[in-house]
């Protein structure tokens, strides 16, 4: 699985971004898509995603970014994106796309991860 990032740079505070995704390769197996972000000295933390299974999509955003952000995919579920607005200084951070294989092997889930090469946002006041 190969994943294709775009958008970020820099961001007045208040402002917008859109950050797109494109996967490619074999992602059949690819049930969950989203942003995750790794400001500097911090441990990698997710933003929004998607998680599709056997009821539809179920969409995830971390309490830091809920009612200022939107993840969306195309019906080809091959590109995500996500929009963030309202930014402020705390959402600089690399962000990064990924792309997980989520199963369940003997009661237990499993989720194998596919990550971009990540793109800098950085906000400033």
């Known amino acids: 699985v190969y994943l294709v990032e775009s958008g970020g740079g820099l961001v007045q505070a208040g402002g917008s971004l859109t950050l797109s995704c494109t996967a490619s390769?074999?992602?059949?197996?690819?049930?969950?898509m989203g942003w995750y972000r790794q400001a500097l000295g911090n441990k990698r933390e997710l933003v929004a995603e998607i998680i599709s299974d056997e009821n539809g999509d179920n969409v995830d955003y971390a309490d830091s970014v809920k009612g200022r952000s939107t993840i969306f995919r195309d019906n080809a579920k091959t590109t995500v994106t996500l929009q963030l607005s309202s930014l402020k200084a705390e959402d600089t951070a690399v962000y990064y796309c990924?792309?997980?294989?989520?199963?369940?092997?003997?009661?237990?889930?499993?989720?194998?991860?596919?990550w971009g090469q990540g793109t800098q946002v950085t906000v400033s006041s």
């Open positions: 990924n792309a997980g294989d989520i199963s369940v092997v003997a009661g237990h889930r499993m989720r194998e991860n596919y």
């Open positions: 390769g074999r992602f059949s197996s690819i049930n969950a």
